[in-house]
C-alpha cells in the first residue's frame, strides 16, 4: 500500500467539509505504520468517497511481485449502501458483484431462474454455451480482475478462501461498527425445521445447556447430512428443491464441522452458547438412543428437545478467517465506532497496530436538535403505564410539525401495534403507518413516495436509512435500543460485568437514528426522545460519546408542544392550536424551549385508554400500500427484526 497516493485517488473534483482533513489523518495514521485505520466520520463527510481513496493506495499489478497481494476490496454488511456506491458515478471504478441469487439466467428457458438455481447450479458437469456473457459470472470475473472489488459483508464472508477473491493489499470495511455482532451473527448455527432439510425426521436430544451433548449432537448430524449431500451428489440432474437442498446441506455442514473442531481446539478462544426452543411437537419421542447411535442423535436422553441455536462469543477466529486473512491493509470506516479499546477486544485486534482518525461534523448543531419529551421507563413492566403517555405526546408532535413527514422508531412490534392502536383511538389514524414483518421494504418505500405528511411508525428501522429534506423532519425514540437480556449472548456478557458494552451498544444506536433526519449541511431534522432510560444512557455513556455528538445532548432540552389537540394533528383546523407556526413548516430548533413539566402534566387521565393490550392480532395500515419495492430492506441482512 502506498498511502501516499491518497489525495491522487479522491475521485471527486474537490473536496468538502473535513474530507481533505480526514484524508491527512489517514494516508499519516497508515504511514505510521499502522495495519488498520478506524474512520470516525459522521454523515456528511462522504465516507465512501474516503473509503475509495483508501482503496486507490492499494499496490497496482504492475508494481508487484508474483507473490505480492495487490487490488482492494470493499465491503459493507449494509445492502443499501452497496446499491449507493453501484449506483454513484464517482465510484464507478469499485466493481460490485453480488451473490448468485441477486442474477437470473440468460438461457432462452430459464430467464426468470435465479442463478444458485440455474442448470449450471442444479446439472452435475453442466457446460453452459453462453457462461461468458452469464451476468452473474461475467460480474465476478470482472470483480476479482480489477483493482477494486465491492460486495457485501456476507458475500466477502463467503467467499473466504476462495480462490477467485483471494487476499488483496487492502481491505476497506464500509459501515463496520457492528462488524463484532455481524460476525456473531453470521457465525450462529441454527438449527431447526427452516434451516435443516429433514428436520421432521430428526430426533432432537433435550440438550438442556450441556455443551457436550451438544457436539455429539451436531456431529452425528454432520454425519447424516454428508449421506444425504452425497446422494444428491450422485443423482445426475436436480430439481430446484434438490438444489436448495444441497447447498444448504453443504453450507450446514460447514458450520457444524467448525463448531465441533473449534469447541475441541483447546487453544480457541471462542466462547459457545446454546439456547434451545421448545420442540414443536415436530419429532417424535425416541427410545433412548445411546449417544451417537442410530437416529438418536447423540442425545442419549429419553427427553426431546426442539430447534437449537448455537452461537459463538466474540468470534476472534471467525474473523481472522473471513477477514482479517483477506487484506494487507485495513480501514474501517463509521460514524459509531465510539470506543477504539472496546472495538478492538471484539473483533480480535490489537490495538497497538490500530489507529483512530476522528472525522469532524460538519452539519450545524443547530439543524439536529434533540428534544427531551421523557414519559417514564419503556421497560417491560413500565411499558404499559407510559406507553400511552408517549402515544399523546406523539400526537403533540404532530401537532408541532402538520405538514411534515416523521418517522416513530417503536423498537419492537409489541410497542408499534400498542402505540397504532392508541393513535388510531385518539383519531389520528389518517396520518399513521406501520409495517410488518414480511412487508418492511414495500411499506418503508410507499412511505417515502408519498407527498402526503404521514408519520411512520417503524420497527428496528435506526440505521441505514436516509431521510433527507422533506422525506423526514423529525423522528421520535420510544424505547432506549438496549439488547435484550433473554439473549444468552447478551445475559453472558453482563454475568461478567460487561455493562459498558451494553450501555455503549445502545448509544451507538440512538447515534445512528439521529443520523437518519439530517443528511447535508442544510438539511434539518428533529430527533424526540421519549423513554426516560435514554436520558439515563446519555449520562452512563457520556465517555463514548463523539464530541459532535456530546455537543446535541448538551442542548437538550423540553420542547414547547401545543397542547394536545388529535384533530390539530390531522390537519382539521377546526382544532385548537397547531402551534405557534400554525401549520408552517419547521426549522432548524423548530419547537421552542420551556421550562416546565407540562408535557408530563398535560398527560395526567390518558392511561385509562390504553394500556388496554389489542387483542387483534391484525395491523393495519391507513394508507394503501404502493406495492413497489425499489430497494431490498436497509437492514434485511443484518439485524434480526423482531426480538
Ligand atoms: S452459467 Fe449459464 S446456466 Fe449458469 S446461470 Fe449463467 S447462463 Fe445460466
Known amino acids: 500500500m502506498n498511502p501516499d497516493r491518497i489525495f491522487d485517488e479522491f475521485p471527486a473534483p474537490s473536496y468538502r467539509g473535513n474530507q481533505k482533513q480526514a484524508l491527512r489523518d489517514i494516508r499519516d495514521a497508515f504511514a505510521a505504520g499502522n495495519d488498520v485505520v478506524l474512520v470516525r466520520a459522521p454523515t456528511g ?340 403505564e407510559t406507553t400511552p403517555k408517549i402515544a399523546r405526546t406523539i400526537v403533540r408532535i404532530m401537532q408541532e410539525h402538520p405538514d411534515e413527514k416523521g418517522i416513530v422508531h417503536a423498537h419492537s412490534y409489541d410497542i408499534q401495534e400498542r402505540l397504532a392502536d392508541l393513535l388510531r383511538d385518539f383519531g389520528v389514524g389518517d396520518r399513521i403507518r406501520t409495517h410488518d414483518r414480511d412487508d418492511r421494504d414495500a411499506d418503508l418505500e410507499a412511505w417515502k413516495a408519498t407527498d402526503d405528511p404521514d408519520v411512520f411508525i417503524s420497527v428496528k428501522m435506526e440505521e441505514a436509512l436516509d431521510l433527507k429534506g422533506d422525506l423526514c423532519r423529525f423522528q421520535v425514540l420510544c424505547k432506549a435500543p438496549f439488547l435484550n437480556t433473554s439473549d444468552s449472548r447478551v445475559a453472558h456478557r453482563l454475568e461478567e460485568s460487561q455493562w459498558a458494552w451494553y450501555y455503549r451498544t445502545a448509544l451507538r444506536t440512538v447515534i445512528q437514528a439521529c443520523g437518519r433526519v439530517v443528511r447535508a449541511p442544510d438539511d434539518y431534522g428533529a430527533t424526540y426522545l421519549a423513554d426516560s432510560s435514554l436520558v439515563d444512557l446519555f449520562e452512563r455513556a457520556r465517555t463514548d460519546m463523539p464530541d459532535w455528538f456530546a455537543a446535541q445532548v448538551d442542548r437538550m432540552d423540553r420542547p414547547d408542544l401545543p397542547e394536545f389537540e388529535p384533530r390539530a394533528a390531522v390537519g382539521d383546523s377546526s382544532g385548537v392550536s397547531r402551534g405557534r407556526g400554525s401549520g408552517g413548516r419547521s426549522s432548524p430548533g423548530s419547537p421552542s424551549r420551556r421550562d416546565d413539566s407540562t408535557t408530563a402534566s398535560s398527560n395526567s387521565g390518558s392511561e385509562s385508554e390504553s394500556g388496554s393490550e389489542s387483542g387483534s392480532a391484525s395491523r393495519s395500515h391507513s394508507r394503501s400500500r404502493s406495492g413497489s419495492r425499489s430497494k431490498s430492506s436497509p437492514l434485511a441482512d443484518v439485524w434480526d427484526t423482531e426480538r
Request: aromatic letters at 8%; proline letters at 6%.
Open 45 to 384: 463527510s462522504g465516507k465512501s468517497l474516503l473509503a475509495r481513496s483508501v482503496a486507490g493506495c492499494a499496490r497496482p499489478v504492475g508494481e508487484a511481485d508474483p507473490s505480492d497481494a495487490t487490488g482492494a476490496y470493499y465491503t459493507t454488511p449494509q445492502v443499501s449502501q452497496l446499491d449507493d456506491v453501484a449506483a454513484d458515478d464517482l465510484l464507478a471504478d469499485l466493481n460490485v458483484i453480488r451473490g448468485k441469487s441477486n442474477y437470473t439466467c440468460i438461457l432462452p428457458d430459464e430467464r426468470n431462474t435465479p442463478v444458485n438455481q440455474a442448470p449450471c447450479v442444479r446439472e452435475r458437469g453442466y457446460d453452459c454455451s453462453v457462461k461468458h456473457r452469464c451476468p452473474y459470472f461475467s460480474d465476478r470475473a470482472i470483480a476479482s480482475n480489477r483493482s477494486i472489488a465491492a460486495m457485501t459483508l456476507a458475500y466477502f464472508m463467503q467467499t473466504a478462501g476462495s480462490e477467485v477473491f483471494r487476499k488483496r493489499d487492502v481491505v476497506v470495511v464500509d459501515e463496520a461498527h457492528g462488524l463484532a455482532e455481524w460476525a456473531e451473527m453470521y457465525a450462529t448455527i441454527q438449527l431447526g425445521p427452516r434451516t435443516v432439510p429433514f428436520w421432521d425426521d430428526l430426533r432432537v436430544p433435550a440438550i438442556d445447556g450441556d455443551l457436550e451433548r451438544a457436539v455429539r449432537y451436531c456431529e452425528n448430524l454432520a454425519e447424516k447430512c454428508t449421506r444425504r449431500k452425497d446422494d444428491l451428489l450422485a443423482q445426475e440432474t436436480l430439481s430446484p428443491a434438490e438444489v436448495r437442498e444441497r447447498d444448504r446441506l453443504q453450507e450446514l455442514i460447514g458450520e457444524l464441522d467448525w463448531f465441533v473442531s473449534d469447541y475441541r481446539d483447546p487453544e480457541s478462544p471462542t466462547t459457545w452458547l446454546v439456547d434451545q426452543s421448545e420442540p414443536s411437537g415436530g419429532s417424535s419421542v425416541g427410545d433412548g438412543d445411546e449417544d451417537g447411535g442410530g437416529d438418536g442423535d447423540g442425545g442419549g436422553d429419553d427427553e426431546d428437545g426442539g430447534p437449537l441455536t448455537i452461537k459463538p462469543m466474540s468470534p476472534e477466529k471467525y474473523l481472522q478467517h473471513t477477514v482479517w486473512d483477506r487484506g494487507n491493509k485495513f480501514a474501517l470506516l463509521s460514524a459509531t465506532i465510539l470506543n477504539k479499546a472496546a472495538f478492538c477486544r471484539q473483533v480480535g485486534l490489537d490495538p497497538e497496530n490500530v489507529a483512530l482518525v476522528d472525522v469532524g461534523h460538519t452539519f450545524p448543531v443547530e439543524n439536529r436538535p434533540l428534544y427531551d419529551v421523557t414519559q417514564g421507563k419503556m421497560t417491560y413492566e413500565h411499558r404499559s
